[in-house]
C-alpha cells in the first residue's frame, strides 16, 4: 500500500513548462490513494490550466488569494490546515527565491509562508538560473529552513540545452513522496545489498546464468533508502531504473560482484545478498567464439566463492541477511541455509511465488523462528523485510 494513500496533498504549480508533468503527477498521486487539492500560480495558469487539474484531482483548484469561495475568505489557511504536505512542483526559480526571503503575495506563497505542514518543492528551471549565485543562495536558505528539495535532474530541457535543472518526472516524484512519509527507520546506516542473476561467461557470446528479474532486490533497496539508510547496490544485469537514492554498482559474474561487494563494505551495518549468484562458472573463457561441431562438448565448471557466507565469516562482520528461493521443502532449505552461513536473518520464499512477477510471499527466518509476511507487491514485502531488519538490530543494539 503507497505510504500517500488516504493522505491529503495540497500541490502547488509555478510558471514552467514543466507544469505538464504536474497534471501526470496529481494524477498519480489520485491512483495511489491521496486526496489532493492544487494551488495554481497565474504563472502555473497560463501553462496548464485549473480545468484540468480539476479534472484531474477531483476537488476545485485554486489560484486566487481572495477567492470568495472559502466561506471566511482564508484559502491561504485552511488549504494547508490538514495537509500532510504541500509539495510544489514545478517550483520555479523565483518561486524558490521568493520562498526564501518569505514573500507572500500570491496564494501559493502566502499558503507556503502560514503553514505548519512539511514543505517539499521540486524545482524547474534552465541550467544557468539553476547554476546562478543567486538560486544557489536561495536553496540553500530554503534548505536551512526545513524545506525539503526533489530534484532537480541533469538532462535536456525545454530551452534546447542539457544540464542540470530539469524537474523530476512525475513517476520519481511520486516515489520521492512516498519515500518522504516512511518512518525513518534505518537512519544512519549504511546497507550494501546484491540483487539480479550473475553472467558465467563461456565464450565472448555464451554464458551460464541463473533467472533473477532483480525485482525483489531493487524494491528492497528502495525500501532501505526510504527508511533512510545510505544503500549501495551491486546489481547483475538487469532493466530495472536506479531507485531514488541508491548508489548502484554493475557487476557481470560472481568474481566482480564479490570484488564490488568487498570494495564498498567498509562502514556497513548490513549486508543483504538478494542475488541470484551462479554456484559455478567455467573454468576457462574462451577468448574467441566456439565454434560449433558435431561432438559433444564438455565444460569444465569451478565453484564460485560464496559472497554472502564470506561476508558473515568476516571478523567485523556487518548484520548479515540472506534470501533463498526454494522450489521445495521451503523451511528446512531456508533454515539450513541460515545456519550453515550463520545469518542472524533469513527471507525464503517459493519460487513459484515470486520469481519474476510483481507480487511475492516471503517467511521470514531469525533466531526465534519463522514468521510469515502477507502476500503483497514486492514494494510491500520489501517494507515488510526491512520493519524486521530494523527490529533485529534495535533488539542486538548495533
Ligand atoms: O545459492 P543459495 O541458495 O545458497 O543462496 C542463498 C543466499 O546466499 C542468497 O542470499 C544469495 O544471494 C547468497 N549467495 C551468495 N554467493 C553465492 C551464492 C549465494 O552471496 N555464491
Known amino acids: 500500500m503507497s505510504t500517500v494513500r488516504g493522505r491529503k496533498i495540497v500541490v502547488g504549480v509555478t510558471g514552467g513548462v514543466a507544469a505538464y508533468k504536474a497534471a501526470e503527477l496529481v494524477r498519480l498521486l489520485g491512483k495511489a490513494g491521496a486526496e489532493v487539492h492544487v494551488v495554481l500560480s497565474e ?23 481572495w477567492d470568495a469561495r472559502m466561506p471566511n475568505n482564508m484559502a491561504h489557511i485552511n488549504l494547508g490546515r490538514d495537509a500532510d504536505a504541500i509539495l510544489v512542483a514545478p517550483a520555479t526559480a523565483d518561486f524558490i527565491a521568493r520562498l526564501a526571503h518569505g514573500m507572500a503575495d500570491d496564494l501559493l506563497s502566502t499558503l507556503c509562508l502560514a503553514r505548519d505542514v512539511p514543505l517539499i518543492v521540486a524545482p524547474a528551471m534552465n541550467r544557468q538560473m539553476w547554476e546562478a549565485p543567486p538560486t544557489r543562495r536561495n536553496v540553500e536558505a530554503i534548505r536551512a529552513d526545513g524545506v525539503t528539495v526533489f ?32 518512518p525513518k527507520r534505518l537512519a544512519g546506516r549504511k546497507v550494501v545489498m546484491t540483487a539480479g542473476p550473475t553472467f558465467e561467461a563461456i565464450d565472448p557470446v555464451r554464458g551460464i546464468t541463473n533467472i533473477s528479474s532483480g525485482k525483489m532486490g531493487y524494491a528492497l533497496a528502495r525500501a532501505c533508502a526510504q527508511a533512510g539508510a545510505e544503500v549501495v547496490l551491486v546489481s547483475g544485469a538487469v532493466a530495472l531504473p ?49 565454434k560449433k561441431s558435431g561432438d559433444t562438448l564438455t565444460l569444465t565448471l569451478t565453484p ?58 516471503v517467511i521470514v527466518y531469525d533466531d526465534a523462528g519463522r514468521h510469515p509476511l502477507p502476500r503483497a507487491a514486492k514494494a510491500e514485502v520489501a517494507q515488510g523485510i526491512v520493519e524486521h531488519l530494523a527490529g533485529l538490530l534495535a533488539a542486538a543494539g548495533r
Request: charged fraction near 20%; hydrophobic fraction near 45%.
Open 43 to 65: 504563472g502555473g495558469a497560463r501553462f496548464v490550466t485549473a480545468v484540468t487539474f480539476q479534472a484531474l484531482s477531483g476537488n476545485p483548484v485554486w489560484t486566487d488569494l
Open 151 to 182: 530534484g532537480p535532474a541533469a538532462g535536456e530541457q525545454a530551452c534546447g540545452e542539457v544540464g542540470m535543472g530539469r524537474m523530476l518526472e512525475a513517476e520519481e516524484l511520486l516515489e520521492q513522496l512516498e519515500g518522504f512519509f516512511v
Open 242 to 290: 536506479v531507485p531514488a537514492g541508491v548508489q548502484r554498482v554493475l557487476a557481470t559474474s560472481a568474481l566482480q560482484m564479490r570484488t564490488a561487494v568487498l570494495e564498498a563494505l567498509p562502514g556497513a551495518d548490513v549486508f543483504i545478498g538478494v542475488a541470484a549468484v551462479a554456484d559455478y562458472r567455467p573454468l576457462e573463457t574462451a577468448e574467441h567464439k566456439l
Open 304 to 361: 564460485n566463492p560464496d559472497i554472502l557466507a564470506e561476508v558473515a565469516a568476516r571478523p567485523d562482520a556487518p548484520f548479515c541477511v540472506g534470501f533463498a528461493a526454494e522450489s521445495r521443502d521451503l523451511d528446512a532449505y531456508a533454515e539450513g541455509k541460515r545456519r550453515n552461513k550463520r545469518l542472524p536473518m533469513l527471507v525464503g520464499n517459493l519460487v513459484s511465488d515470486g520469481m519474476g512477477g510483481d507480487d511475492n510471499t
